[in-house]
């Protein structure tokens, strides 16, 4: 169980078009997941908390009107990079939270590597 | 003081050798505490959790947790090539909305 899938795994665009990631989870529901994001060699880095029904949480620095989040269902939670530019070059993973009583985990997807030309 | 601390590495043990990685955190009120195994341009992979002090073991893998010192580790005994990866430690403590706090990483290589 706490299979998370997304979709793509990779994505190439044109500077300045918007590309859609899609994270699932399986065969759970997640009232709460995470999306990051990770440069080669560097350290996971949060970008925003995922909340289903409600807006996201974004975290300091990460601008909410370039990375849309939408949490439409309890399994499922989208990342929109608009007007994506180079620099968003990098490798976008989402996670979601099972939750065992008192007790929480997060899953992560297989991560979506984007390439903006 | 970072909140998770973990050596950077690269942890080098031969194969059939315990490996053992550390990580330290800041804040007392930590709850729940977990490592992730990251291969080279894969997403990370839970490999235990532990919440309670002392040892949790799993296969080869083992969580020690010690509230008392702020510390909790793994052991990997019997390593092997395949456990070559960067090692992450999380933390998660109550009311901080079900965020983890994570280490930079232990990048351990086996050698065989």
């Known amino acids: 169980g706490a299979v998370v899938s997304q979709h793509p795994s990779r994505v190439i665009c044109k500077s300045g078009t918007s590309v859609k990631i899609e994270c699932r989870s399986l065969?759970?529901?997640?009232?709460?997941m995470f999306w990051y994001r990770q440069f080669p060699k560097q350290s996971l880095m949060l970008m925003a908390t995922?909340?289903?029904?409600?807006?996201?949480?974004?975290e300091q620095g990460v601008e909410k009107d370039k990375f849309l989040i939408n949490h439409a269902s309890l399994t499922l939670s989208t990342l929109t990079v608009t007007s994506a530019h180079p620099e968003d070059s990098s490798f976008y993973i989402c996670?979601?939270?099972?939750?065992?009583?008192?007790?929480?985990?997060?899953?992560f997807g297989p991560g979506t590597r984007l390439l903006v030309l | 003081q970072k909140e998770v601390e973990q050596n950077s590495g690269p942890l080098s043990v031969p194969e059939g050798a315990i490996a053992s990685l550390n990580c330290t955190y800041s804040?007392?009120?930590?709850?729940?505490f977990f490592w992730y195994r990251q291969y080279s341009g894969k997403s990370p992979e839970l490999i235990m959790s532990?919440?309670s002090n002392g040892d949790k073991e799993d296969g080869r893998f083992t969580a020690q947790l010690n509230k008392a010192s702020q510390y909790v580790s793994l052991l990997i005994r019997d390593s092997q090539p395949s456990d070559s990866a960067t090692y992450l430690c999380?933390?998660?403590?109550?009311?901080?909305?079900?965020?983890?706090?994570w280490g930079l990483g232990t990048s351990l290589a086996v050698n065989p």
């Open positions: 996670s979601a939270i099972v939750s065992g009583g008192r007790q929480e985990t997060q899953y």
């Open positions: 065969d759970f529901q997640a009232t709460t």
């Open positions: 995922s909340n289903e029904g409600s807006k996201a949480t974004y």
């Open positions: 804040d007392r009120v930590s709850q729940s």
């Open positions: 532990i919440y």
């Open positions: 999380a933390v998660n403590r109550a009311g901080n909305n079900r965020k983890l706090i």
